[in-house]
């Protein structure tokens, strides 16, 4: 009888032991006094700044058990953008907000965005990233190895170029411009007849000032946080042919090594940060009169805004690369895209 207290007690403890190990966040042995946060720019961008919105809101619902570094300027990994997928994938990189562009290379299904024309405005981006375009997209990169949390947008990309104003097609005749990432970008230039090469971000703003290149592709809030109407960018040409959104994501074997109490709260967070990131993005861009288009324009900054028949000129014109890369990012999922644009809500 004594005997069989004793094991109950004993069964007990061992039990309420065990418990109280299993309770305590794996914090102490297995969290690293701090993660790794990948983005291409800092937070003097509203993209870095995203990063760093949803940085701090980690660190203050987890009571500092998440503390995340930034890495702007894609550093982890020297600079080369195109390979931050695949360094997050592995472990060099822990988390980041990364642009679709710079990981279309390793996941197709990202070229969607950059398919020319297919989204004329914001409402279309939403419809895509908010809706079961989104999520589908979400499950090819949870396939793929990595964990997405959010949204977030780093913007419409518009073109600009130290040479003169460019309207039409023709204008873009032999034009040196410099594009990023995907294969695709150099085939939608070389169609309009421009003379496209790639290099990364880091490269990019040398090469324009030194003019090796006349031109480039971002979006508005990169062109004034790195002010690139001081290395010759003075013709900008409003056509939006492509947007790329940003993807707020964890490593894997990271993810799992938090409780899912704390992964429940970077999520959160992440979608916080998105959707405030993405209201930084469109700052001047989606109000009435388009501010920021003359705080531009104030830097002698010449604006260009193409009528619908010239737009349409350069939608004609790229046709075929869309047609052509439909099937490379896959004829569903582009099917898909196309009805929830027809149908979002303007
Ligand atoms: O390299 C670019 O053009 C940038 C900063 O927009 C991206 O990383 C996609």
Redesign the pocket.
């Known amino acids: 009888m004594k005997l069989r207290r004793t094991l109950l007690a004993f069964a007990a403890a061992a039990t309420a032991l065990a418990g109280a190990t299993f309770a305590l966040p794996a914090a102490a042995q297995n969290y690293k006094s701090e993660y790794r946060l990948s983005l291409?720019?800092g937070p003097a961008?509203p993209?870095g700044k995203g990063g760093e919105i949803w940085a701090n809101k980690v660190r203050e619902k987890t009571n500092g058990r998440i503390n995340i570094k930034l890495y702007p300027g894609?550093s982890l990994i020297q600079g080369d953008?195109t390979r931050e997928f695949s360094a997050l994938r592995q472990g060099v990189i822990d988390m980041a907000v990364?642009?679709t562009?710079?990981w279309s290379p390793q996941v197709k299904q990202l070229n969607l965005f950059s398919l020319p024309f297919l989204m004329p405005d914001y409402a279309a981006i939403d419809a895509l990233t908010q809706g079961q375009v989104g999520k589908d997209i979400f499950a090819t990169l949870e396939k793929a190895g990595v964990v997405p949390l959010a949204w977030g947008e780093?913007g419409y990309?518009e073109l600009t170029n130290s040479k003169h104003v460019v309207k039409t097609p023709a204008d873009l005749k032999g034009l040196k411009i410099?594009?990023?990432?995907s294969p695709l970008f150099l085939d939608t230039f070389t169609t309009l007849g421009a003379n496209p090469t790639q290099m990364?971000?880091a490269d990019?703003q040398p090469a324009l000032a030194s003019g090796a290149v006349d031109g480039?592709?971002?979006?508005m809030s990169?062109f004034t946080a790195a002010k690139l109407h001081t290395v010759g960018q003075k013709y900008l040409t409003m056509w939006g042919y492509v947007a790329?959104p940003l993807v707020f994501v964890v490593n894997k074997e990271i993810w799992n090594s938090w409780t899912p109490a704390d992964r429940e709260l970077v999520r959160q967070a992440a979608i916080e940060a998105g959707k405030e990131q993405i209201g930084i993005a469109r700052k001047g861009m989606n109000e009435p009169g388009q501010p920021l288009l003359k705080d531009i324009a104030a830097m002698g900054v010449t604006v260009t805004h193409l009528t619908p028949a010239e737009r349409d000129a350069f939608v004609k014109a790229t046709r075929p690369i869309y047609d052509k890369w439909k099937g490379q990012v896959g004829a569903d999922l582009v099917n898909a895209a196309e009805k929830a644009i027809a149908a979002r809500k303007k």
């Open positions: 291409v720019v961008f993209w894609v953008q990364g642009s562009i710079n780093n990309r410099r594009v990023v990432g990364s971000w990019a480039q592709e971002n979006p990169i790329d």
